[in-house]
């Protein structure tokens, strides 16, 4: 008698690779790839239907220590990457990953247009405030003032980027900010954004214990699920004029048309080569 044979569920387990990440002990990483292994397993979301795609960085590993297809890009371009990845294959669930070095600084350009275009994708950045990877320079969300750095012993003189108000500014249709010492509240900010349709963006602060050890006091000021849905854009704007950078939850969400380029038929090998034929 045939049978009919009931796969299990996929674990969050089922979605990390034989690869040991090479993080620091302690960094806040470590909760950002489990979030999203969570959430890939909270959504069932089928590994050979996935793709997650970086830019260079410590976060920028993400892809390696998944099991789903993964791009680790060059620095800055995961978004580009991420997004003529959707276009050309729109089935795919398409999350890019990195930091905010990788992101606000190399990346700031594809940032900002990401979030304008709004293709149906989900950004999460790791927020250390630092270059970890290149030994501890100031990043673009780093205090003005922080004297940490070598290549700027009085600090930087210059306000940091603030990555949800860009966000916003910039058209993002989802907007939400987690913390890495929050991993299960992470988990549901990333699954929710991965539901939403269109461009996602997920802040999560994620300390640097090596170049930045004062954010080890992040877990005591972090106010988690403080930020509650259901803002206007004119709230949200609003609540950001006043945000200290360390209430979490989802600051914004809206529907609007996602882009979706219609494709032309597919092409095989031999009409890409005649099409390059002198």
Same mark, same amino acid.
């Given at each position: ?93 398409? @999350? /890019? ?5 990788? %992101? $606000? #600084? ?10 304008? &275009? ?71 900010? @990333? /699954? ?5 349709? %269109? $461009? #996602? ?10 170049? &930045? ?66």
């Amino acid at each position: 008698m045939d049978q009919v044979l009931q796969q299990k569920p996929l674990t969050f387990k089922d979605y990390k690779s034989d690869y040991k990440p090479v993080w620091c002990p302690g960094c806040g990483d470590f909760s950002v790839l489990a979030a999203i292994t969570k959430a890939l397993a909270e959504l069932q979301i089928p590994r050979e239907d996935c793709a997650v795609v970086s830019g260079i960085g410590c976060s920028s590993r993400i892809p390696a220590y998944t099991s789903v297809y993964g791009i680790h890009a060059i620095h800055g371009r995961a978004l580009a990457a991420a997004t003529g990845l959707k276009v050309a294959r729109p089935e795919l669930t398409v @999350i /890019a990953t990195g930091g905010d070095g990788d %992101g $606000f #600084s190399i990346g700031g350009n594809h940032f900002l247009h990401a979030c304008r &275009r709004n293709v149906d994708m989900t950004y999460v950045v790791m927020d250390n405030e630092v270059y970890g990877m290149t030994k501890g320079q100031a990043s673009p969300t780093t205090a003005s003032d922080w004297e940490g750095s070598k290549l700027t012993p009085h600090g930087t003189g210059v306000s940091p980027f603030n990555p949800l108000s860009i966000a916003l500014s910039a058209g993002a249709s989802f907007v939400a900010r987690g913390f890495a010492g929050d991993p299960n509240g992470s988990a549901k900010l @990333i /699954a929710q954004a991965m539901q939403h349709k %269109g $461009f #996602s963006f997920v802040q999560i602060l994620s300390p640097c214990v090596t170049f &930045r050890p004062e954010q080890t006091e992040w877990k005591k000021i972090v106010r988690k699920g403080e930020i509650e849905g259901g803002h206007s854009l004119a709230q949200a704007m609003s609540f950001l004029a006043t945000d200290d950078g360390f209430a979490t939850g989802i600051l914004y969400e809206t529907q609007r048309p996602v882009y979706a380029p219609e494709m032309s038929e597919k092409q095989g090998l031999a009409d890409i080569e005649a099409s390059f034929e002198l």
